[in-house]
């Protein structure tokens, strides 16, 4: 049977309207004001916005950084994400040192098929060049996998210089998009024995292990690279103004640079560092949580229009069992936070209700933006006809607490505990399903693979 969703505002990146939405299977199939309801099944959005369902360009489900596995895996963590208001996330499949691209593709696979709850995708992260890789590349773009991670952070991860430059080559020849760790992984390697040598052992040396030179310096050469590789630039989980100023002056010389942050960067600062006892290990990321002045330039940055895409990190490691590894050593402490479910009202709360973006740059940076980036658009990120039927209905008078007490994260905490959130998802539709409803799942299972286009930012 069709589905009306009546008497909602739709919001897209330009502008918000009354409109209905009808949808017949699984598809958008009218978008305006007032459309007959006859035959059928009708949703009333009065009072709310309706966005189109929100990406999560960037999340680790199911990700085994050699030490531990994130609390997440595709169950939980598109549970979660679908009931916060994402219906589509973007995962890091990463190769093995020695292993194949196929062979993580494979694995990747194998980790979300027939258990994700939301759409999902993949991003390939390189992490092991060599010929025979480089022959892979294309087999990537033809199997929907049309973006690709470089680390230039993480002993086990990062790539050479060299590499860098070979693999923006190569890559680019397959129009894939790049989205690159900005952070120099040689300078975080000797901060962190200076500090281990000084004795500064505890969870609040985490953010002068990695200081935003660190990322600066990353993002500076790697925009210089990708210059000399003639291809574009996506930077993830930019978290700076020294970054950003560097991704400025990119721009400046006529390079394609997209830029992504994350809510952790907009809504909590590195005081958080400060919590005692071993607490500040629940906000231990990389990049680490940064300045008051940081997050101002960030948001600045978001109302210029300068950054394209608002995604989490999601990376989730328990309290207990796992950040404790680091109980003596900030630096074993596993690097992530959860977010995927929180990002849509954290971002409404701190941006929308608080006047620091439009409803309309929501629809952008959650949505739209994100999907014209990594080649999914138009079938993700707008209400429009013959799209998925990818809708959220967002109550925007809500009011709730963030607490992991009603959290679907599989994780011991939240790091915005007692958020007053502004604004939630009162009902999720996938492919026209609905699979959540006022933060709670309805259906789970809904989750089937996007194998995506190439990106038309190129
Ligand atoms: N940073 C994190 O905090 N976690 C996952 C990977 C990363 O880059
Ligand atoms: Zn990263
Ligand atoms: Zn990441
Ligand atoms: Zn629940």
């Known amino acids: 049977m069709a589905l009306l969703i ?19 299977d699984g598809k958008i199939a009218a978008v305006g004001p007032g459309l007959p309801a006859d035959g059928c099944e009708t949703y009333d ?27 997440d895996n595709f169950a939980t963590g598109t549970l979660a994400a679908v009931c916060g208001g994402t219906t589509t996330v973007v995962d890091f499949a990463t190769q093995d040192k020695g292993g194949t691209l196929a ?223 680091g109980r003596d050593d900030f630096s074993k402490i596993p690097n992530g936070l959860p977010g995927i479910e929180h990002r849509p009202a954290a971002v409404y709360t701190a941006g929308v209700a608080a006047g620091r973006m439009t409803e309309n740059q929501m629809a952008a940076l959650l949505s739209e933006h994100t999907a014209r980036l990594f080649g999914m658009y138009p079938r993700k990120g707008a209400i429009s006809v013959g799209g998925d039927a990818d809708i959220v209905v967002w109550d925007p008078a809500a009011r709730w607490t963030i607490s992991a007490e009603t959290q679907h994260q599989n994780c011991d905490y939240t790091p915005y505990e007692g958020m007053a959130a502004r604004g939630r998802a009162k009902a999720v539709f996938l492919r026209g399903e609905l699979a959540a409803e006022n933060g709670e799942p309805v259906k789970e299972g809904l989750g089937t693979f996007v194998a995506r286009g190439v990106s038309e930012y190129y």
Not at 6 to 24: I, S, Y
Not at 47 to 69: E, K, Q, R, S, Y
Not at 307 to 315: A, E, G, K, L, P
């Open 103 to 325: 062979r993580a593709l494979e694995a990747w696979h194998k980790k979300a098929d027939g258990k994700s709850s939301c759409d999902y995708a993949f991003h390939m992260a390189i992490t092991d060049w060599n010929p025979a890789v480089a022959e892979e590349v294309g087999e990537m773009v033809k199997a929907g996998v049309t973006s690709f991670k470089l680390y230039l952070a993480y002993d086990n991860l990062r790539v050479t210089d060299a590499e860098l430059y070979e693999i923006l080559k190569r890559v680019g020849q397959a129009h894939g998009i790049i989205g690159t760790h900005c952070e120099n992984g040689d300078l975080v390697n000797e901060k962190v024995a200076e500090l281990r040598a000084a004795g500064k052992l505890g969870p609040r040396y985490h953010a002068p292990s990695r200081p935003d030179y660190v990322e600066a310096e990353a993002v500076a050469r790697y925009c210089y690279i990708a210059g000399a590789a003639g291809v574009p630039v996506h930077i993830v989980h930019l978290s700076t103004r020294a970054g950003l100023e560097e991704a400025r002056r990119a721009r400046a010389r006529g390079q394609k640079v997209y830029l992504e942050t994350c809510p952790q960067y907009l809504v909590l600062d590195g005081s958080r560092y400060d919590a005692p006892g071993f607490e500040g290990a629940k906000y231990v990321c990389s990049p680490p949580l940064r300045s008051l002045d940081d997050q101002a330039a960030l948001w600045e940055a978001i109302r210029n229009g300068e950054i394209d895409s608002i995604s989490t990190d999601h990376c989730s490691y328990n309290l207990t069992g796992q950040k404790d590894l």
């Open 6 to 24: 009546q008497n909602g505002r739709v919001v897209t990146p330009e502008r918000t309207f009354a409109a209905d939405v009808l949808v017949r």
């Open 45 to 71: 959005a009065a009072g709310c916005l309706v966005f189109p369902g929100f990406i999560d360009a960037h999340t680790h489900l199911d990700m085994d950084n050699g030490v531990t596995a994130t609390a």
